[in-house]
């Protein structure tokens, strides 16, 4: 370790080469290294955590550049987690990198998270949150949630007791998910690039003082911010009774079954262009009328969300029905929709990341080629 490098923060008043040394001996996994995860692993790097793993199967869209900033236009089509590692290894020659380029989900979670110290959650749907806090919890691992919209963000520590022995964890805040689609993500609502720029250094902060044994953490709080009038106000989670504990392996594998469920069935794109010539097959896109790119219309009926209930009354030919939006969101709530309406008497299925996997996966041929 250099300290020179680390001088700055070696010196403050009760960090030292204590704090420094902590750092430096830590593992911290990042899930997600998109908006929130971008500032926070740059800080991490430079503070000098020693280990850090990187959880993300995303390539780079040209959408991203906008905030996340260890990206630029000449990393388009190329995965997150190399990239970011690459650039991250030329901040800080001292800190080792561990790529996970894969979904965080039932099968791996266990056994990904066990490894590391503290896990910072830079996710952006409710499964992964669920996921990623009832795994933490069952390990009792140390766990950093942010969370951003539109000009807002959240942060909060769970799973680490405060004074009197308590701790809580993302289930004591929302004890039931909310249902697909029900409450739309910085892809659906926007997101001022700047935002989770803060939550993410500030969720670095966390981790750091976690990992230093300085200051005092969010923990058992929510933090909220407000960028428009730069307020912030915490709100004390307590421990809920309106849920089930994680109880083991096997409750947890059971709890977070994805993909097949009995109203509908994810897909590929793939799978999705292997059915699409066939007669039988109708695909439908729900995205509102303004949003790009636009679709061939001899191919993709479009049917936005706000018009969706009308579509799912009338009479539909097809058998195999493809629901798509630009990442696989509301055609999961269009798809609970569709069931509803139909019961059984079509196939219904959910392009899985929707049009953004779509345009990935024919950049990456492009590329190959």
């Known amino acids: 370790m250099n300290r020179e490098r680390y001088q700055r923060q070696i010196i ?13 001996t830590a593992k911290v996994l990042v899930i997600g290294a998109g908006g929130l995860g971008c500032p926070a692993l740059q800080y991490l790097v430079a503070a000098g955590v020693g280990l850090i793993g990187l959880a993300d199967d995303d390539l780079v869209e040209i959408s991203n550049l906008q905030r996340q900033i260890l990206y630029g236009s000449e990393d388009v089509g190329l995965l997150k987690v190399e990239v970011a590692a690459k650039h991250l290894r030329q901040l800080n020659p001292d800190v080792k990198f561990v790529l996970h380029p894969v979904s965080i989900n039932a099968e791996n979670a266990l056994r990904i998270i066990k490894d590391y110290d503290v896990v910072f959650d830079g996710t952006d749907n409710f499964v992964s949150r669920y996921l990623i806090n009832d795994a933490c919890t069952l390990l009792k691992k140390p766990l950093v949630f942010a969370a951003v919209s539109d000009f807002e963000g959240q942060l909060a520590v769970f799973n680490v007791e405060d004074e009197n022995g308590t701790k809580t964890n993302y289930r004591d805040l929302f004890p039931v998910p909310p249902k697909p689609g029900e409450i739309p993500n910085c892809v659906e609502n926007g997101i001022l690039g700047v935002v989770p720029g803060i939550i993410g250094t500030m969720a670095a902060g966390e981790i750091i003082k976690i990992i230093a044994k300085i200051g ?24 809920s009774n309106e849920y089930k504990q994680v109880l083991g392996e096997a409750d947890f594998m ?34 509102e009328r303004h949003e790009f ?32 939006c630009q990442h696989g969101i509301r055609s999961v ?9 139909l019961g059984e008497a079509k196939n219904i299925y959910s392009l899985k990341g929707g049009i953004s996997k779509w345009r990935q996966f024919f950049l990456t041929i492009r590329h190959e080629r």
Request: charged share 20%.
């Open 12 to 24: 403050l008043n009760g960090f030292g080469i204590e704090g420094q040394e902590r750092l430096f």
């Open 254 to 287: 059971n709890r977070h079954k994805k993909n097949i469920t009995e109203t509908y069935l994810e897909i590929h794109i793939e799978q999705m262009i292997e059915m699409q010539n066939n007669p039988a097959t109708l695909i439908v896109d729900v995205r």
């Open 293 to 324: 790119p636009k679709l061939d219309s001899n191919v993709y009926k479009q049917v936005p969300m706000a018009e969706f209930e009308n579509f799912a009354a009338s009479s539909i030919a097809q058998q195999n029905i493809i629901l798509i």
């Open 216 to 239: 005092k953490p969010l923990t058992n709080k929510l933090l909220h911010y407000n960028l428009l009038n730069q307020q912030q106000y915490e709100i004390t989670i307590t421990p």
């Open 333 to 341: 709530a269009a798809a609970e929709i569709l069931h509803q309406k």
